[in-house]
């Protein structure tokens, strides 16, 4: 796959009009190639890989929130980068999740071609599969690179989704506490 992809990444560069061949451009289609297999590392990672076992019994059934969970992905609209933070919760039911599996379940997601709806929709269900929380709730805002270099160029532009499962659909309580936590008040 490397391979291809680095001869794909020295085509669009001719295509551009570029010498491939300048010193600036030279190691370029390989280290393209490499940068977007990294950064698209989500499609070659597993669930059972990121989770590793990492459940743990527990009596707690109060709220779990990690939040400012730096998340980078691109759009798969344009492949551009959009960048934010997420902030993820969930209410136990007997189990809870070793705590960095969170940021690599928001990471295993990201770093696939994404739209951020859908994001914010399979970090929220997968962390309910993974727990069977009484409630998961997922909040990303992130700024998108497709609109504030292209397009209408609104550099200062953000957009923010959630998603609300279980408890935090069905409680307002809940909810809105999950909402005060992640801004802070």
Not at 47 to 55: F, H, M, R
Not at 100 to 116: C, E, G, T
């Amino acid at each position: 796959m490397a391979e291809a992809l680095t001869q794909t990444y020295l085509s669009i560069l001719e295509q551009l009009g570029e010498d491939p061949q300048r010193e600036g451009l030279r190691d370029t289609p390989k280290r393209a190639a490499k940068a977007m297999q990294y950064l698209t590392r989500g499609y070659q990672t597993s669930l059972e890989e990121v989770v590793n076992g990492a459940i743990f019994s527990s009596d707690n059934d109060e709220m779990v929130i990690v939040k400012n969970i730096e998340l980078y992905s691109l759009c798969e609209h344009h492949l551009l980068p959009f960048i934010g933070q997420a902030h993820v919760a969930y209410l136990p039911n007997g189990k809870v999740l070793g705590l960095s599996k969170i940021a690599r379940i928001v990471d295993l997601f990201a770093r696939r071609l994404q739209i951020q709806e859908n994001l914010t929709k399979q970090i929220a269900d997968c962390i309910q599969e993974v727990t069977g929380a009484r409630g998961v709730a997922v909040s990303i805002e992130a700024k998108h690179l497709c609109m504030m270099m292209r397009g209408v160029e609104k550099q200062n532009s953000s957009m923010s989704t959630s998603v609300m499962l279980g408890t935090f659909r069905t409680s307002e309580a809940a909810r809105n506490e999950f909402l005060q936590l992640i801004r802070g008040n």
